[in-house]
């Protein structure tokens, strides 16, 4: 039986692991109370004391910050360079799943901050060898990005010899509350393998008997060795245990100063997220769909319910209305992976279907209960206001940008 937060609207069978109280409320929504109640002021004097040792002696770079074309890093930076005063080096793992914005929101932030960047860039024959292994063998297209986003980063603090790396939010503390803020939990090798890779690390992908991987292809995407760990003695801090996370109020405050750009998701109220990448609220999003029952608006839901911006009923008529929009893109991916027939390609995509969620009852019919069959219907769309702040056309093609130098 299926357990349901009594405040938001998260299930029992969260992936990232979730507990109720007695009174039926989330783990999650515990910790979320925290933002209302701890002293701000004294966690980020305190993050400003303990980053302050790290500013280098050589008018060098202070610290790594990772970036993308969406999503939070612009508020990171932000953060990074106005508020702690720090030099950052910008490090960006390139997915070449890009959209127009993911290019634009990039060349912005780079010169609107005045910072360096790294950008990695590697064998896309690799990574589309790698990708259609990991569709088929875990039905995710997104694990070389996850592995990415993080190894790079900490490949290039040992690489430079820059101690110090600075991310956003925990994903463990924000949806399931996994830590107290209070904890002041940092980046681990263990975190990255069991939730971000989801157990399924380089090392067992080349031991596995039916890949063809090699250690050659994701050689980049390994975590350093305790050993260079400790010799740079390099460490993964995360502003959200010393700021009150909020990424609507964060993200609009970076509309107005930065000129931020946002686009209209079709799968999602949120404008602010995900827009950088052609796959993320599509075909990433119908898998997590069919594995768990529920897809990221609900996580958006449930962040909007804690934040008593909307309640629990007008959440459950916002996921029912976009869980079930159409999913776009599906041909550019096939055409970037080289699959070319579809109804193979979807009866893959529906062999993922958890048997939670998804009763077979003919060759290709499905009997569905997902998490949002479990609750009351006929409840009214709740509007959710999100600025829209569309960027240029930084290409007239239709499809991934795998390199942008970036425009003025």
């Known amino acids: 039986m299926i357990q349901f937060c009594k405040k938001c609207l998260y299930p029992s069978t969260h992936p990232l692991g979730i507990i109720f109280n007695a009174n039926g409320v989330c783990s999650g929504c515990e910790i979320h109370e925290e933002k209302f109640t701890l002293d701000w002021q004294f966690r980020l004097n305190k993050l400003k004391k303990l980053t302050n040792k790290y500013r ?51 060349s912005n932030l780079r010169i ?18 790698l990708t259609k292994y990991t569709l088929y063998k875990k039905g995710n297209i997104y694990w070389h990005c996850h592995a990415g986003n993080t190894s790079f980063a900490v490949q290039t603090s040992i690489k430079y010899k820059i101690p110090l790396i600075i991310w956003g939010s925990h994903q463990g503390i924000e949806q399931v509350g996994m830590f107290s803020h209070k904890d002041e939990v940092e980046m681990t090798n263990r975190y990255w393998i069991d939730h971000d890779l989801f157990n399924f690390s380089p090392e067992k992908i080349i031991n596995d008997i039916d890949s063809e991987i090699t250690e050659e292809d994701i050689n980049s995407l390994f975590y350093p060795n305790f050993k260079e760990i400790m010799d740079c003695g390099t460490r993964g801090l995360y502003l959200g245990n010393y700021i009150p996370w909020d990424s609507k109020i964060q993200n609009e405050l970076m509309i107005r100063k930065y000129n931020y750009k946002t686009q209209k998701n079709i799968r999602s109220f949120d404008n602010y997220q995900y827009f950088d990448c052609y796959n993320y609220l599509n075909i990433h999003d119908l ?9 990221k608006v609900t996580d958006q839901v449930c962040r909007e319910i804690r934040f008593k911006r909307i309640s629990r009923e007008q959440g459950i ?92």
């Open 56 to 106: 280098s002696k050589k008018n060098n770079y202070d610290c790594i910050v990772p970036v993308t074309g969406g999503t939070d890093s612009y508020f990171i930076v932000h953060v990074v360079k106005n508020i702690l005063k720090l030099n950052p080096l910008l490090v960006h793992y390139n997915k070449y799943y890009n959209t127009n914005l993911s290019i634009e929101n990039l």
């Open 112 to 129: 609107k901050f005045g910072c360096d960047i790294i950008i990695q860039n590697l064998n896309m024959n690799s990574i589309k060898k």
């Open 287 to 295: 898998l997590k769909f069919f594995k768990h029952g529920y897809s």
């Open 317 to 408: 008529s916002i996921i029912r209305h976009y869980e079930k929009k159409k999913i776009s893109h599906i041909d550019l991916f096939m055409d970037w992976i080289g699959i070319k027939d579809f109804t193979s390609f979807m009866n893959l995509l529906d062999s993922f279907k958890n048997e939670i969620f998804w009763r077979k009852i003919d060759v290709k019919k499905y009997k569905r209960k997902v998490c949002s069959d479990y609750h009351k219907k006929n409840i009214k769309k709740h509007n959710i206001a999100f600025k829209n702040n569309p960027g240029k056309i930084v290409s007239s093609k239709k499809g991934y940008i795998f390199f942008g130098k970036g425009f003025i």
